[in-house]
């Protein structure tokens, strides 16, 4: 029984004749009450569980990036010992933010940024690099602009920015439990588990992925510097990969 419910506290007072109907609901009200503590207690005792599985679980994250961090800078070290080159493992998490509004957009690219979730300016989302995907964004490529978040990014991003699917409605990630009723059935019990299963590009990327709604991000501190050109021509611009320099312009937006 949810907690929510209310059940009223009547006693009969002692000496009185107390109608038959009454006592009926006087014994059914202590029955529920009863209930209603035993739903409440068992529900507490699971919720302490999970939080506990969760920092054990955070805990066991941050060693795995911290691990990972190690292991690059002794490659890159040992790349520059032995006067080599470190190739720098290929990124499999973009973000995406949408910086041109709607008008005077072709019918072609109004569709794939809507296939893309990016209905509105300055919305952004996280995709996974593959070739369909980097195709399609080739056919947006002067009204997007996109790159690599670091794991500071993509955590400022799901804590500060971050609203869940439920029901068809955007509702902000206040509690755990939001997230572990939509995405408890994949072992994403948390915002560090949501955080792990984004930045890691792991095997519940979809589903997560789906379950955030696009985020809404700010104009960014300063402005564009200009939307008609690419940020890799000679002039400079706003459209098109930033790589890792998206994680300036986000710092800026979120």
Known sequence: MA???LITKEAAVEGAAVPE???LKLERNTKLAGEKKEAAAKKEKLRTEERSKLKERTVQYEKEYESKEKELIALRREAKVNGNFFVEPEAKLLFVVR???IIKL???PRKVLQLLRLK???NGVFLKVNKPILNMLKLVQPYVTYGYPSLKTVRELVYKRGYGKVNKQRIPLSAN????DKLGKDGIHGMEDLVHEIYTVGPKFKQASNFLWPFKLSAPKGGFICKRHGFCEQRGGDWGNREELINDLLSRMN
């Open 21 to 23: 109907l009454v006592k």
């Open 120 to 122: 509105q300016l300055h």
């Open 3 to 5: 907690e929510r419910y």
């Open 99 to 101: 910086i041109v509004g």
């Open 177 to 180: 439990e939001i997230i572990s």
């Open 106 to 108: 072709s019918p072609k």
